[in-house]
């Protein structure tokens, strides 16, 4: 079996596999058969010839505390039923990392439909992106605020919908930037073709500047099993927040239920009646780092937080990140370097993901991927988990 990244004449049967894999529909869209910047698409080809599996490396960018950090996000893969078992995604994941590794990522998020092959090639899961559903007719009434605009928006508006998503979600961790050039692609693509990615656009503004904004697809009909679907709410003052809920609450009368992507504490999310949220849909998602020097030196870090730390660190895959570093915190900034001295704490790469992504140091001793020497407290590595939660809010 070789892995290599496909030739545009491949990606048709690219599709082929994925569409098996996922039950996809039978007709290809154009863009799936075509070379994309953004975009890097391996294969694992038998000895015959016969494409038998197929991993997507998408370019992405992510925010970790107002920090942009290189991801190689993971979508796609897919293994032929009659290959199945003999180690063809294991195989495309580590050229997938070698790659990505060569070209500048850091970190690696995707979303798994079976988590083991996945932790047998060392991403852990880190997050839950939930949709939820509320009743409309729950959410709090509101009164226009007499200094905010509210309007309709456009295609020309989506550099400002960018850029206040940006503002909303930088100091996060773990969300996508939605900037480069794969982003930049497709909304060209839009561009040209005049249209809205989604339904509707509703805008709030401030004195001309945008402080909020809803992008939604309205669905079909109007009875008791209407839907609106709203693909972001976001907003950067309560105000703005309070006009978005509003108007989302308006619909009423013809869509009895409101569905929505949370983001936990959130402008939006603080004036939501979550008491009578339902789950709609929970997608787990996994994390690991790429180059775990990357990983910390390019992201940004608590201001208030300082502290050092030496660990040893396992990486089957990626045998640039095995070693024992020495971890050191300090002003917003972080240092991982190589020491040479035996360190009383060892991380697998799933339990640095864990840490990395928010979780305590003692519950990653817990669950078996951070072994301590007799004696040694896990905790000293919490400074590596000092970022906080992360979040995703694109399902990829």
């Known amino acids: 079996m ?35 910047p953004g975009m890097t698409r391996w294969g694992a080809v038998d000895d015959t010839g016969r494409l038998v599996g197929k991993a997507v490396d998408l370019h992405h960018d992510q925010w970790w505390s107002g920090r942009r950090l290189p991801a190689a996000d993971v979508g796609g893969v897919a293994v032929a039923a009659e ?32 988590s083991a092959p996945y932790r047998a090639c060392g991403w852990e899961i880190t997050g839950v992106m939930r949709t939820v559903d509320l009743p409309t007719a729950a959410l709090p009434r509101h009164r226009p605020a007499p200094h905010l605009t509210v309007r309709a928006g456009t295609p020309a508006d989506m550099p400002a ?106 402008a939006v999310t603080v004036q939501l009646p979550l008491e009578a949220a339902r789950d709609h849909e929970r997608e787990l998602w996994m ?8 990983a910390v ?12 730390v030496d660990f040893a660190l396992d990486d089957d895959l990626a045998d640039w990140n095995t070693g024992t570093w020495r971890l050191e915190v300090a002003d917003g900034d972080a240092q991982l370097t190589r020491v040479a001295a035996e360190a009383d704490l060892r991380l697998t790469v799933r339990g640095f993901a864990l840490l990395y992504s928010g979780a305590t140091a003692r519950s990653v001793a817990h669950a078996g991927l951070l072994h ?16 906080g939660p992360a979040h995703l809010l694109d399902y990829f």
Not at 6 to 32: C, I, M, N, T
Not at 107 to 113: G, I
Not at 287 to 294: A, E, F, K, M, T
Not at 297 to 306: I, L
């Open 2 to 36: 070789t892995v290599r990244e496909l030739d545009p004449e491949e990606l048709a049967d690219a599709w082929k596999l994925g569409r098996f894999a996922f039950g996809s529909d039978p007709q290809p869209p154009p863009h799936v058969t075509a070379p994309i």
């Open 83 to 114: 290959a199945r078992g003999r180690g063809v995604a294991r195989a495309l994941l580590t050229a997938l990392l070698r790659g990505a590794h060569d070209r500048g990522a850091a970190v690696s998020a995707l979303f798994p439909t079976i």
């Open 161 to 266: 919908v960018t850029a206040l998503y940006a503002h909303v979600v930088r100091d996060r961790n773990g969300p996508l930037t939605r900037q480069g050039e794969l982003f930049d692609h497709f909304l060209d693509r839009l561009a040209a073709d005049g249209a809205l990615p989604f339904d509707g656009l509703t805008l709030v503004e401030d004195d001309g500047r945008l402080v909020g904004y809803a992008s939604w697809n309205r669905g079909r009909g109007y009875g008791a099993d209407a839907v609106l679907t709203v693909e972001d709410v976001l907003a950067a003052t309560p105000d703005a927040a309070r006009e978005l809920v509003g108007v989302l609450g308006s619909w009423a009368s013809v869509t009895p239920t409101l569905r929505l992507r949370l983001l936990d504490g959130d």
């Open 287 to 294: 994390h690991r780092p790429v180059d775990v020097v990357r």
């Open 297 to 308: 030196t390019g992201r940004g870090w608590p201001t208030h937080v300082r502290g050092s």
């Open 372 to 387: 301590c020497a007799t004696g040694t407290d896990p905790a000293a590595l919490d400074l590596l988990g000092a970022g």
